[in-house]
C-alpha cells in the first residue's frame, strides 16, 4: 500500500485522524498488535462514509475498529487501514415506540456500557446484558454479542451500513444472519453505521436489580481488573470452553506474560508485556490439550488477525 501518500490525500480530506504505523496494542484491550500501515478516526459520520468510499475506490484494504476489546492481532500488525468507528459514531437517540416499546437509534461507536446505562435510565428493558460488555454497538452487532441469555439480535430491528462496494445498506433484522457469535458481516464485509433496537419499557427498579446482578456476578467471575479479550474460544455445543481448559489443567498457565487466567480459564490475561505469539501459543497449547483429552476442537471466539 501507498500508505504515505494515502495519508496525505487523506489528511486534506477529512478533520478526523490518520496516522501511520500505529500501534494496535494501544487500541485493543488485550494491549497486544503491532502496527497497522494506517490508522484512520474519522470525525463525524460523513467522513467515515467518505474515507470507506475512498479506501474501496483506491482498492486499499481495510477493516472497521470498535474498542478493541474481541481483537488478537499479531505482532507484526496489519497490512491495510484500520478505520475506527469511536466518536465519529456516538449518537443516541430514544423514543416511545408501540405497545409500550421504546425505539433506540445507536451510532456504531457507541460504548455497550452506555447504551445500556442510558436505557436503565429511560426504563428501557432487554439489553441489562450489555452492560459488561466492553465493546462498541456495531462490534456487538457484528459478533452478535451476549451474555446471562440475552443477545444483541433479540432487540435490533435494522442496521445501517456501508457496504463492501461503498453503498449506504439497510438491512432488517432477519437479513442479518445472526446466530451465536456472528452476523453476515463475517461474510459480506461492510462498516456498520447505526443499530436501530425496539425494547420493552419496563419497571426501572427491577432492571436496576437485573443489571447489578448481571455486573457483580462478572465482577465475582472474570479477571476485569487485567486487560484481556474477554472469551477465548467459542463454548462447543453443550460445553464451556473454561471448564475444558481447566480440565485439561491449564488454568492459571503462563506463557510469558500470557496467561489462562485463574478466575475464568477462558480469559487470557496480559500480565504485563505479553505478545501475541505468546497469546496464541497459550492458544494453541489448549486446543491441543482438549482435543487430546476430550475430542473436542475448540475454536477462537476472538478475532485473530495478521500474520503471526
Ligand atoms: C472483559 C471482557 C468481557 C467480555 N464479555 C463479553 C460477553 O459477555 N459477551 C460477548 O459476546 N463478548 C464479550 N466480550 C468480547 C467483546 O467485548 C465483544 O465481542 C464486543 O462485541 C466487541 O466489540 P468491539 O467494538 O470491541 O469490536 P472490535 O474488537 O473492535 O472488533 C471485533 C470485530 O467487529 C468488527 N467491527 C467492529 N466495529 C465494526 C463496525 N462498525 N462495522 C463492522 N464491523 C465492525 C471488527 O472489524 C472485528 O472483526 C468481552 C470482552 C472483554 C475484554
Not at 442510558?118 to 439489553?127: D, P, S, T
Amino acid at each position: 500500500m501507498r500508505a504515505e501518500a494515502v495519508r496525505e490525500t487523506l489528511a486534506h480530506l477529512i478533520r478526523g485522524e490518520v496516522r501511520l504505523n500505529e500501534p494496535l496494542a494501544r487500541h485493543t484491550t488485550l494491549h497486544v498488535g503491532g502496527p497497522a500501515d494506517l490508522y484512520i478516526q474519522p470525525s463525524d459520520r460523513a467522513e467515515v462514509i467518505l474515507v470507506v468510499r475512498y479506501l474501496i475506490e483506491h482498492d486499499i484494504p481495510w477493516m472497521p475498529l470498535g474498542q478493541g476489546s474481541d481483537l488478537l492481532v499479531s505482532d507484526a500488525g496489519l497490512r491495510c487501514a484500520v478505520v475506527r468507528s469511536g466518536k465519529a459514531l456516538r449518537s443516541l437517540q430514544i423514543s416511545g415506540g408501540p405497545d409500550h416499546t421504546l425505539i433506540v437509534h445507536a451510532g456504531a461507536g457507541l460504548a455497550l456500557p452506555v447504551l445500556a446505562q442510558e436505557l436503565k435510565r429511560r426504563g428501557g428493558g432487554g439489553m441489562t446484558f450489555a452492560a459488561g460488555i466492553p465493546g462498541s454497538v456495531g462490534g456487538g452487532i457484528f459478533m452478535n454479542a451476549g451474555a446471562h441469555g440475552g443477545e444483541m439480535k433479540d432487540c435490533v430491528v435494522q442496521v445501517t451500513a456501508v457496504d463492501r462496494y461503498g453503498s449506504i445498506q439497510h438491512y432488517a433484522s432477519n437479513e442479518l444472519a445472526f446466530a451465536y457469535r456472528h452476523s453476515r458481516f463475517h461474510e459480506d464485509p461492510g462498516f456498520i453505521l447505526e443499530a436501530v433496537f425496539q425494547v420493552p419499557q419496563v419497571d426501572p427498579q427491577a432492571l436496576a436489580k437485573e443489571m447489578d446482578a448481571h455486573l457483580a456476578y462478572r465482577r465475582a467471575t472474570q479477571p476485569l481488573a487485567l486487560p484481556s479479550a474477554g472469551s477465548t474460544f467459542r463454548n462447543p455445543p453443550g460445553e464451556k470452553a473454561g471448564r475444558l481448559i481447566e480440565a485439561v489443567g491449564l488454568k492459571g498457565y503462563r506463557i510469558g506474560d500470557a496467561q489462562f487466567s485463574t478466575l475464568h480459564a477462558n480469559f487470557i490475561v496480559n500480565l504485563g508485556h505479553a505478545t501475541a505469539a505468546q497469546v496464541l501459543a497459550l492458544m494453541a497449547c489448549a486446543q491441543r490439550r482438549v482435543f487430546e483429552q476430550f475430542g473436542i476442537h475448540l475454536e477462537p471466539e476472538l478475532r485473530v488477525l495478521g500474520e503471526p
